[in-house]
């Protein structure tokens, strides 16, 4: 059974940084693109940050420049980075990924940016 674990988040002053983790544990045969939503205020999942298997990225506008995502294949691990965290990026993220061709949500972490 494929399982994907979130730590890292946490309560934070605006200005401040985190750094997520997502480890990818169970039978891995193939492990494709990796990413981290947010939950919105209605309750709908927000794409934040992507990376492919070949290292391509992708950034939702509201996080460019500030969020970084990097994965390591051996540690099945994605991370992201995120620097200059402001009250709105408060939210539930969640580590999403492509694991032997099905897609796979973790239980989310919660970050709480204060202003």
């Known amino acids: 059974q494929v399982q994907l674990v979130e730590s890292g988040g946490g309560l934070v002053q605006a200005g401040g940084s985190l750094r997520l983790s997502c480890v990818v544990s169970?039978?891995?045969?193939?492990?494709?693109?990796m990413g981290w939503y947010r939950q919105t205020p209605d309750d709908l999942r927000e794409f934040v940050a992507t990376?492919?298997?070949?290292?391509?990225?992708n950034y939702a506008d509201f996080v460019k420049g500030r969020f970084t995502i990097s994965r390591d294949d051996y540690k099945n691990t994605v991370w992201l980075q995120m620097n200059s965290l402001k009250p709105e990026d408060t939210s539930v993220y969640y580590c999403?990924?492509?694991?032997?061709?099905?897609?796979?949500w973790g239980r989310g972490t919660q970050v709480t940016v204060s202003s």
């Open positions: 169970g039978t891995i045969f193939s492990l494709n693109k």
């Open positions: 990376i492919t298997s070949d290292g391509k990225t």
């Open positions: 999403n990924a492509e694991v032997n061709w099905s897609d796979y």
